[in-house]
Nanobody, 117 residues
C-alpha cells in the first residue's frame, strides 16, 4: 500500500518561511518523479514544484526564487522549503509521486498552509 504523509504546514505571517516534508512508503521512492501541488479555495489544483528521480527541478512561475524542492532518497522523503511567503500562497499543499504534469500516480492527504497579511 502506497502512503505519502505530509507534515509541516501551519499558519505563518507574510514574509515568513515554512518547510513541508513528505514521507513515502510502499513505492520505490528513488525511481519516482515527485512533486508538490496546491489548491486554494475556488481554484484548480496546480503544480508548485517538481523534482525528477535524478534531481532536476521545475517550479511554477509564481514561486520561482522563493520555494525550493529537494529530496532525500535514503529517507524516502521530499521537501518543500517555502520562503518569503505571501497571502496568495495560502492553500492545501499535496505531495505526489509519479508526477506527469497535472497528473500523478499517488497523492498525499494534504497539509494546510495559511499565510496571514
Amino acid at each position: 500500500q502506497v502512503q505519502l504523509v505530509e507534515s509541516g504546514g501551519g499558519l505563518v505571517q507574510a514574509g515568513g518561511s515554512l518547510r513541508l516534508s513528505c514521507a513515502g512508503s510502499g513505492i520505490i521512492f528513488s525511481t519516482n518523479a515527485m512533486g508538490w501541488y496546491r489548491q486554494a479555495p475556488g481554484k484548480q489544483r496546480e503544480l508548485v514544484a517538481g523534482i525528477t528521480n535524478r534531481g532536476y527541478t521545475n517550479y511554477a512561475d509564481s514561486v520561482k526564487g522563493r520555494f525550493i524542492i529537494s529530496r532525500d532518497n535514503a529517507k524516502n522523503t521530499v521537501y518543500l522549503q517555502m520562503n518569503s511567503l505571501k497571502p496568495e500562497d495560502t492553500a492545501v499543499y499535496y505531495c505526489a509521486a509519479g508526477i506527469r504534469g497535472a497528473r500523478a500516480d499517488y497523492w498525499g492527504q494534504g497539509t494546510q498552509v495559511t499565510v496571514s497579511s
